[in-house]
């Protein structure tokens, strides 16, 4: 996670309202049982609230978006190339980027499968891949960059099909 200062005032809020909590405990707890317990309440609250709070802000402080992606398939190599441009949403940097890559084979994932034949004479054949792609290493804010990358590409599939997810930190 990438501190912006909305991180550490948030932080400092919560940690003072922690501070408050404690204080109030002390000063009206008589039992030392009751005392420790709301104590462990008050810890137990605090740090979720700090964490979803903090997850929160992360989440729109980085932003991406991808743009211009292409997929070619190169038979010499039976490589994928994988061009696009990723570009910042935000004022704040982001460190870095992936692109999570699924390729299916159409031809192979239809609805015959689920017939009793199929089920009965079934070959359990690799049918889609997963790649982890690190496309972008340090994005200032407001910018965008170029990439491309290259992965293996199945020779079984005839029918390819691509889905992806970007996600940056």
């Known amino acids: 996670m990438q501190f912006t200062i909305f991180h550490t005032i948030a932080f400092v809020i919560l940690l003072l309202c922690f501070v ?38 992360t989440e729109f402080t980085i932003q991406a978006s991808l743009s211009k992606l292409t997929y070619t398939r190169d038979l010499r190599n039976e490589s994928l190339n994988i061009t696009g441009r990723v570009q910042n949403l935000t004022q704040f940097d982001i460190k870095k980027c992936y692109l999570y890559l699924n390729i299916a084979d159409k ?21 889609s891949f997963s790649y982890t792609i690190e496309i972008i290493d ?3 804010g ?28």
């Not at 408050?20 to 979720?48: D, P, Q, R, W």
């Not at 170029?146 to 997810?165: C, G, I, L, N």
Request: glycine share 2%; proline share 4%; aromatic share 14%.
């Open 20 to 57: 408050l909590g404690c204080v109030l405990i002390f000063i009206m707890a008589k039992k030392k049982e009751i005392a420790l317990i709301l104590y462990t309440m008050n810890a137990l609250f605090s740090a979720i609230l700090i964490y979803s709070i903090l997850q929160s802000i």
């Open 142 to 169: 407001d910018t965008y960059k170029e990439f491309s990358a290259q992965v293996p590409f199945p020779p079984s599939f005839e029918d390819a099909e691509f889905y992806h997810t970007l996600k940056c930190f």
């Open 107 to 127: 031809k192979n994932v239809g609805q015959e499968i689920f017939e009793s034949e199929s089920l009965k004479n079934a070959v359990r054949k690799n049918t």
């Open 138 to 140: 340090k994005l200032p």
